[in-house]
């Protein structure tokens, strides 16, 4: 929270082109209550310092579309929510040496399941989104380096294809 204090502060008279994001991929010991009160209290020195910067926050299990329903947020009109989506998981994370265990490499994509696997979350955030009244952001998605290139072709399209249908931006 302290941190927060000191970069709103800093960064208070920057364009309204900077966005601040509060933590990236909240999980563990901050999934549900504990990280909503952290939410709360780090946006709250935020807009003392900076009452109308656009701040980023996303829900825990590292942006899970599956945990906005726990989000708590304020009625603030400068928040954009941010989820992350790397569905379907055994195609996006395989070889990925930092997954226990190492999931096998040779993963095609994009299969009527994955895409359903895909798309899955984008729909949740939706439905959040239109009876949250909160523009989403999808933050994060994409595959390892360890999938074939074609198949990652069709993946970033079908999923940008996907988040913009949907009517939500992304990054990549």
Known sequence: VMLW????SRFKDKGDRLVLELY???????????????VSRALGVVRKADPSRVVV???????????????????DANLI??????????????GAEWVSPVLPTGVTCCSAAQISDTTGPLDVAKTWAAA???PVYVGEFGAY??????????????????????GMTWAY
């Open 57 to 75: 926050i996303g829900p825990t299990h590292w942006n899970s579309a599956g945990d906005l329903a726990q989000l708590k947020l304020p009625n």
């Open 145 to 166: 380096s360890k999938a074939d290139e074609a198949s990652r072709i069709t993946f970033n399209r079908t999923m940008r294809d996907a988040i913009e249908a949907r």
């Open 24 to 38: 990236n991929e909240p999980h563990g010991r901050m999934n549900g209550e504990p990280w909503n009160v952290l």
């Open 5 to 8: 204090e000191q970069i709103a």
């Open 81 to 94: 929510v941010t989820v992350h989506d790397y569905n379907p998981f055994p195609f996006t994370h395989q």
């Open 132 to 134: 949250k009244r909160y």
